[in-house]
């Protein structure tokens, strides 16, 4: 039996790999909520997975959604304003 994992970390990537961002994700906090609330603020509208302006590039890791979201979401990609880790994971911003 694997053991229960109740908190995962985010790593972000951004200003072409000039900073690194690493910050523990609450259980039950968005990645984009994660990030707002160390005044890091990816574009975004929505928040609800439909506008997919949001989306960023997942490099390792996987994420769940509360609900399926209504945009395409492409292998290696994540919708950060609804997207909740499931392991660590990897984010880059450009
Ligand atoms: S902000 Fe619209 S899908 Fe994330």
């Not at 995962?8 to 990030?35: C, D, P, W």
């Not at 949001?54 to 950060?80: F, M, N, S, W």
Request: with cysteine.
């Amino acid at each position: 039996m694997q053991p229960l994992i109740l908190t995962n970390y985010v790593t972000l990537i951004y200003n072409m790999a000039q900073r690194i961002f690493i910050s523990k994700v609450h259980q039950g906090e968005s990645l984009l909520k994660t990030l707002a609330k160390k005044n890091i603020e990816p574009y975004y509208e929505c928040c609800q997975g439909h506008c997919g302006t949001c989306k960023t590039r997942l490099i390792k890791g996987e994420v769940r959604y509360a609900q399926t979201p209504l945009t395409d979401v492409d292998e290696g990609e994540c919708l950060i304003c609804c997207a909740y880790p499931v392991t660590d994971v990897v984010l880059e911003i450009s």
